[in-house]
């Protein structure tokens, strides 16, 4: 009987009833039947325990930093430093409107905020310099799908915390499929310039920049820093001022030669600065602080200074040190409002979550995967098969639903059947996010869509069509990652996090193994 | 519909000042969680690593979510497939959204109800591990948390729900019946900046 819980749960998601509800109702309403109210009681516990959870707090505290970030000053930075970076290539703007969704990305971790904070700067410049809308609208959606691939990203930590994965790893494996939908579409946009006739592109670096003084001594300083730093490890040093087991001469020496390499970038720097324009060196010192957000998220949870959690609530310190001390953007009034729409969206995700924990040990209990599992195996044998299926079905629920929701009813279904297939859990990971992000610009119910249509004031179906070209790109390089488990493993890989190297092959050291055939 | 409109006014204001008291609160919580983790960063990098930190923010999160969560669902923030509401016309449209309603309402009376008995259970009367009230700054003594001021959470954020929803079903009545312009839009009922 409970075996009827997965179509009874797709029927009523299909007639319109709330994620949250349908995945309670349908798990419920069959053990009620059956008479094991007691069974409801567990449910319910499993359901506040998902909530409860550390992990998982990343996700409000990502989704507040990056509010915060939005609120003016930091957008048009970073689209300026794209502009004066890769403005003279071929369709300039538009190449312009891709790398800052790829730089943006390492903010925010959502698609949504995405489109409307690039669409609202870019979208009309691009108009003002002969680019149609819907071709602007169009560029700004397909894009901002890179927003929840590179990390920080919302739905792997939902996925990461509902299937007991690494948050790290999966955001690290998310860093080259990202940056590869990027370069994919700048492709795109290279190839069809001329079929568009898009207009002649032009450096543009902005003239008479100004910069406050302490924006000017803040970049300054976190540039050499950061840069110190980098190559300070990279020369061999080690990260021990504060380890309690080095002698402390060691760690003088350490912190010797980290000031040398300072000063080394420093004056490396200054001789880069003579070759370049006042303007352009200016625009490129007001994108540091903000450029900076990825890699102290990054940094932080590489070093093993912090958790995810820990490194998310770094980040809405800095996104608070950067918009109000740096940038002066954002006054205290605009606070409630700030943490109201985090604490908003936040609780409805999290409230999903809750319900898909509850709804997973009922899909485990149902024993829905071992049928689910035969009648994909009964289909084919081979795994690259069934990774295509499974990505057709993917790009199929992607149309209909949000990204989150998707990843968190799926998940539990078929990760476990892949897995048993030999793919690994990471691998499969980044495959469900890519594709399930994408589908937020799909047609019909692309969220994304809508929302550059109301940035753009575009109609949907118009926008629809332009995008075709770039989900071409999109989808290519979502059967590139699938196909080759390098492209998102290896940075995992090389950092640690994942233990099989490349030789022996990804799939072998999953616990426990998959069957030999 | 007099009927109707004259059940829906009241519950409309008592929801109003409900909810935006929740969400006062859910401001609080979640800047409260932000300032203990970072203190807890801070303490765990210089000194000792707090022990309380991580489980009070747990909790605030829970709080958070209970408090604002009715007021997402209110807005419509409860991610749906909406694409078969839009297609039907009117009356039949309406009458869904009933039926859906009313799915809705099962289950989160259910989840009070769940979590009434939640709060009032036997782990319910357990102390937290780590948190106390630090009473003792005031010369008083210091008063472990219970397990049941946690549980309270859910509970609270279902009872809300349960008002949220009635609110609903009642505006989806006067909907069917026609009325449609004499409901004030739910944007404007509840202001968020």
Not at chain 1, 32 to 40: I, K, P
Not at chain 1, 271 to 292: E, I, N
Not at chain 2, 72 to 86: H, N, P, S, W
Not at chain 2, 89 to 117: F, H, K, P, Y
């Amino acid at each position: 009987m409970l075996i009827w819980f997965l179509p009874v749960f797709l029927f009523l998601l299909m007639i319109g009833l709330p994620v949250v509800f349908g995945l309670l109702l349908a798990p419920g309403a069959l053990l009620a039947l059956e008479g094991q109210t007691r069974d409801l009681a567990v449910l319910y516990r499993n359901l506040y325990n998902g909530i409860d959870s550390f992990p998982l707090m990343a996700l409000p505290f990502f989704m507040l930093a990056g509010e915060i970030m939005n609120r003016g000053g930091i957008t048009i930075r970073l689209v300026e430093f794209s502009q004066a970076i890769m403005g003279h290539l071929r369709g300039g703007l538009a190449q312009v409107n891709i790398l800052s969704s790829i730089l943006f990305a390492g903010l925010s971790g959502s698609a949504v905020a995405d489109t409307s904070a690039l669409g609202s700067t870019l979208i009309p410049a691009m108009e003002k310099n002969g680019y149609t809308r819907r071709f602007a609208a169009a560029v700004t959606a397909a894009s901002s799908v890179i927003g929840p691939i590179i990390p920080p990203s919302g739905i792997m930590i939902i996925y990461a915390y509902v299937m007991g994965e690494s948050v790290a790893a999966l955001f690290l494996a998310g860093i080259v499929p990202g940056i590869l939908v990027g370069v994919g579409l700048m492709i795109m946009v290279r190839v069809t310039a001329d079929r568009y006739d898009l207009p002649p592109a032009q450096r543009v670096v902005h003239e008479n920049q100004t910069i406050s003084p302490v924006e000017f001594w803040t970049s300054l300083i976190l540039l050499r820093v950061t840069l110190g730093f980098l190559l300070f490890r990279i020369i061999g040093g080690t990260a021990g001022f504060f380890s309690d087991d080095a002698p402390a001469s060691q760690a003088w020496i350490n912190l010797a030669l980290f000031v040398a390499c300072c000063v080394t970038m420093h004056l490396l720097l200054v001789q880069y600065r003579g070759r370049v324009s006042h303007d352009f060196r200016l625009v490129c010192k007001k994108a540091v602080a903000p450029l900076l957000t990825p890699v102290i998220i990054l940094g932080g949870i590489l070093g093993g200074f912090m958790t995810p959690t820990e490194a998310s609530a770094i980040a809405v310190a800095y996104a608070l040190f950067v918009s109000v001390v740096v940038l002066r953007s954002m006054k205290v009034s605009d606070f409630s409002g700030v943490l109201a729409r985090s604490a908003l969206a936040s609780s409805a995700v999290l409230l999903l979550v809750g319900a898909a924990v509850s709804f997973k040990t009922v899909v485990a209990l149902s024993g829905a995967p071992q049928i689910l599992a035969q009648f994909i195996l009964s289909l084919s044998e081979n795994p690259l098969v069934l990774l295509l299926l499974i990505n057709l079905l993917l790009f199929i629920v992607g149309m209909f639903l949000d990204a989150g929701p998707a990843i968190i009813i799926l998940g539990p279904i078929l990760g476990p059947i892949f897995v048993d297939l030999g793919v690994h859990p990471v691998h499969f990971a980044i495959i469900m996010s890519v594709n399930l992000t994408v589908g937020l610009a799909t047609p019909p119910m692309g969220l994304v869509l809508f929302v550059a249509s109301s940035v753009s004031r575009e109609k949907v179906e118009t926008i629809a069509k332009a995008i075709l070209p770039f989900l071409a790109v999109e989808v290519a390089v979502i059967f590139l990652i699938t196909y080759v488990p390098a492209i998102s493993m290896s940075v995992p890989y090389l950092t640690g996090f994942i233990a099989c190297p490349p030789e022996v092959g990804f799939f072998d050291c999953i616990s426990p193994p998959p069957p030999a055939n | 519909m007099p009927l109707l409109l004259g059940l829906l006014r009241p519950l409309e204001k008592l929801n109003d000042v409900l909810l935006a008291i929740g969400r006062a609160l859910a401001i609080a919580a979640l800047a409260l969680m932000v300032f203990f983790i970072l203190y807890q960063i801070f303490m765990r990098l210089f000194f000792d690593a707090p022990n309380w930190t991580e489980e009070a923010a747990r909790f605030l999160m829970l709080w958070m979510t209970g408090l604002i969560g009715p007021l997402a669902y209110r807005q419509g923030g409860f991610v749906a497939i909406d694409m078969l509401e839009r297609a039907l016309s009117r009356v039949l449209s309406s009458l869904l959204s009933l039926l859906l309603l009313g799915c809705a309402m099962a289950v989160i009376w259910t989840c009070a109800q769940l979590g009434w008995e939640n709060v009032n259970s036997f782990t319910a009367r357990g102390n937290s591990a780590s948190l106390r009230l630090p009473l003792d700054w005031f010369g008083g003594e210091r008063i472990r948390f219970k397990n049941a001021w946690a549980f309270a959470s859910l509970f609270v954020g279902f009872s809300l729900l349960v008002l949220v929803n009635l609110e609903l079903i009642l505006r989806q009545l006067v909907t069917l019946l026609g009325g449609q312009a004499r409901l004030k839009p739910l944007a404007e009922a509840a202001p968020i900046d």
